[in-house]
């Protein structure tokens, strides 16, 4: 709760600012009257003194519309005055928070933004939130890893160049940096917000692509309660020699519910789901379990506690490389004149020994405390500790622990024309002893400290400027196991030039938005981006299939970047149709990018790893449109777009490393397409 005195206070004015829709308290929303201001509590509160006097009253918060009451003060009198505000129906209005760590309307971005609904994740039936985010403009799952307009390619389930969030805090894996889809709460999400481009300034190593934040839904003034069961059957294919199955067509189903209910002062939000998966990948299947929680209380209006859970496991099959049981040896009879083996015959089906089976069992707990003080600023302490445990077969299984803490301020100065200062502090410690890493001890420390400012000059240009210091440091044995290949079958040691590897830079980051109409913002934004090697792109060790060996290179060094756009956000509301189209402008650079590759120059480095492949750059435009509407009286939603990407090595030479790293004879980074482009269309016919 904020109070500003004034000379000769002779009144008090107090009360809740509150959606209308639900009645839930709104978070720093802006009382005014006159020059005083004030901003909300946790839970919408607000108190502000007067001299005596007629006053009109103005509660503001963004995404809603204003609402202005009169009031008279009498000295010694404190008045009850609520306010009730509705949502505004612009699009680009909705509100978001990755870009900024506070509330912003996504039409305010710096940098291009974009908001997937919970209502897009049901209406799809996703079963996983990375199905829906396919569906986003510019953004690319590969076999599980983010790719946001081109920048991140694959590297074999190690290392992501996009920062997965779970309610603002880092939620990749302690030893490998790698997203689990089936670990996030879909039948608890609020939204998922998806940033393009650098971001580390930030949220740190990890972040050099971009941001897909989750955040969680917490219990409104109402109770909540969903639930919902689901299938899929997988039909045989065209060519019906690819059914390997037979006449057992394979499928999928699960179930999932979700309740949110308050209890006076406490909160409570729990979830659960259950997903059975039997793939058309041969060896392929899935059977997880997953329960949730967030737990909040509050204390008074200035004080709060919570407590966020997670836990989910179970077994699973997947395979590395398909091949219909022949030997990788082998593999060049399917190119000779008369081959034994069909290629017609390898779809959906594994190479023999490259399957594998999975045990796992996961869970994350975040404890948090919220605190305003007397001045409207808000200190926010928050932790996670994410324990990972994957019990594979051939002698892949892998542990790992991640213990994440960050201090955040935040406060808004409203007499100085909205000015938004957010600082912070984070520390992350991973550890792994693991087979997948030759049953060796590796720890990874993390600290930072970073400084956002926000700034609003007038009511057109909006200026965010932001740096933030890191310092990684691993800690790893002398020597490292390499595990051989088919020429060496047997595991050696090799020597290991840096066991405890440290390194610390800066990076910064500005951006710009001017609004020269009601509907229409223009952006620019530029921002520096680092990644430091994870554990398993230094360290995996293993063999797939008896010959193909994923060795590790001590010798990794990190990445860095920078990404750079213009891009311009025009709304429009035609007739029973509103929404906006955007396009942009991008160009990002890396140095020492790190791809996995295969190495095949001596006995030592025969097999694949992650390598630094030089410099990189990536240019192009990309052109959105998101809208909401009729057709022929049925609500219709609407999203797609077209990105054309133009990746290449900045020193490419004809027969040169970067050509043979190149999956086309011309220069051309792996994993991307040229172009892309993406059409979604939801329509409401009743209650269809």
Known sequence: MTTIALQAQKGTVKGRVTEAAS??????????????????????????????????????????????????????EEIILDFALGEKPGILDQVTVTATKFEKPIGKATVSLDIVRPELIDNSNATAVDQVL?????????????????????SYGAGSRVMLLMDDMPFLQGDAGFPNWRDVPVENINQVEVLKGAASALYGSAALNGIINIRTAYAGSEPVTRAAMYATVYDKPSNKAYAWWGDASPFNGGAQFAHRQKFGNFDLVLGANVFYDNSFRKDEYNRKGRINGNLRYRFSEKLSVGLNFNVNGGPSGSFFVWGNGINILDLPQLFSPNPEVKPDSLAYIPLDGTSNTSKTFRYNIDPYVTFFDRWGGRHKLQSRYYYIDNQNTNNQANQSSLVYGEYQYQRKFAELADLVLVAGAVGTYSYSNSQLFGNAEYTVSNAAAYLQLDKDFGDQLTVSVGVRYEHNTINSPDSVINPGNFIQPNPFLIYNPEPRSREGKPVFRVGLNYQPAEYTYIRASWGQGYRFPTIAERYVATRIGGALSILPNPSLQSETGWSAELGLKQG?????????????????EYQNMMEFNFAGTSLLDFGFMSQNIGNTRIRGFEVSVLGSGEIFGAKTNVIGGYTFLDPQFQDWQDGGKQDSLSSANFNFLKYRSRHSAKLDIETFVGKF
């Open 134 to 154: 396919d569906k986003v403009p510019g953004v690319s799952i590969i076999d599980g890893q983010a790719n946001i307009r081109g920048g991140s390619g694959y």
């Open 23 to 76: 009645g839930d308290g709104l978070i720093e929303a802006l009382v005014a009257a006159g020059e005083t201001k004030v901003t909300t509590n946790e839970e919408g509160f607000y108190e502000i003194r007067l001299v005596e006097g007629t006053y009109e009253l103005t509660a503001t918060f963004i995404g809603f519309d204003p609402v202005t009451k009169n009031v008279t003060v009498e000295e010694g």
């Open 572 to 588: 429009f509301k035609i007739s029973k149709w509103m929404g906006y189209v955007d396009a942009a402008l991008f160009w990002t």
